[in-house]
């Protein structure tokens, strides 16, 4: 799923950007959007900004507060978890707001982000929407290990495959209650190279006897303590060998494919690779 951030001023017509790129995406996959409430939700609200996401075609629609208060039913849900949710069954999502979030940006009005920056413009008319859908195709994809999952078992040969087996890592927090807090780490690929080595890998493990799937992903830049950061999922004949290639398929991603990782603690930030032991 290709996610993108819309941020700026509250006249700079965000809303406005996700109505047009949304028209646009809608053929070219299924779009899903998300908005940033600055009030709890009510009646009203859903009858505001995200119907207009709706009436452009995006197929679900979210709102979600800073306490994690969301429409239109529940009262526990974060950033994180609705894109994770979103991703086996959308190509593309629209976050309205959430500038202080890492996601790949188009910023309005000069407002500050976190995210990578994908374009800037004065105002929500002054978007070029064929460069920026262009622009928005050539990201890294937002993947879950439900999105991977669900890649893997659309297979022509999912017929033959009797296990699905998976590896999530995470951020760990501590080691144990008396170790320094981990807040984030932060991860760099060394581009090309790295999604080189992953296709090989890949392949090589795809043709063992009885494997017929694997995917693997490592997310990069800032990823927070509790979060998911990689993925290794493998659909096989019988468990043995699925259980075998997923282990070998986190060894050799952890030990063959050039990423690099920084760890920020309260009180210190180093990269993983130059720090002595």
Known sequence: MQVLGIVGPSDSGKTTLVERLAERLVDRGRVATVKHLKTEPTVDTEGKDTARHRAAGAGATYGITDDAGWFATGADRSLTGTLDELAPDFDYCLV????????PTVALAGRDHAGETVAT?????????DSLVEAVDDR?????LASLVADVKRSPDARYAGAVATFT?????QEGPDDEPT???EFEKYDGVAEERMAAIREELEAREGVQEVRMHHRTGVVEAGEDIVFVVVLAGHRREAFETVEDGIDRLKDEVPLFKK??????AFWS?????
């Open 140 to 144: 890294e994809p937002y993947e879950s």
């Open 96 to 103: 309205e707001g959430y500038s202080d979030r890492p996601l």
């Open 263 to 268: 760890e920020v603690t309260v009180d210190d």
């Open 273 to 277: 690779h130059e720090r002595p032991e």
């Open 183 to 185: 807040e984030h780490l």
């Open 121 to 129: 413009a004065a105002d929500a008319d002054a978007v070029d929407l």
């Open 169 to 173: 890592g995470r951020v760990r927090a």
